[in-house]
């Protein structure tokens, strides 16, 4: 699962948690932030998230750029489908800059789960 806190974010451990789609795999949260502490400060809030419904999961805080980082950490560790909150930006912004949500869709050779 690609974490930033966002909303769609933490919707998305929420419905992992309570009725979840593949309930006995590996489970991964990535953060990719250039600000270290902050990335470890989102990957523990959604490390408890998961603990308190008793799931266990690897934390790694990336650094990059982020589409190309969690598509490398998805084939260096063999993941078979990305989850991530789908476009939480603004509208104007996505038109203009594009959406890390459109790009995964485009760079990814794997299933996304996308949540909105």
Known sequence: MAYDGSDYANKAIDIATKDPIFPNVSRHIVNVNKDKASS????????????????????????????????????????????????SHNRLKSVVFGSITSKMLEKSKKPLLLFR
Do not use: C, H, P
């Open 40 to 87: 470890e400060k989102l990957l523990n809030e959604a490390k408890n998230l998961f603990a308190r419904a008793d799931f266990e999961v690897k934390t790694s805080s990336l650094d990059g750029d982020k589409i190309d980082e969690i598509l490398k950490y998805q084939e260096d560790n063999n993941i078979d489908i990305i989850a991530m909150g789908a476009y």
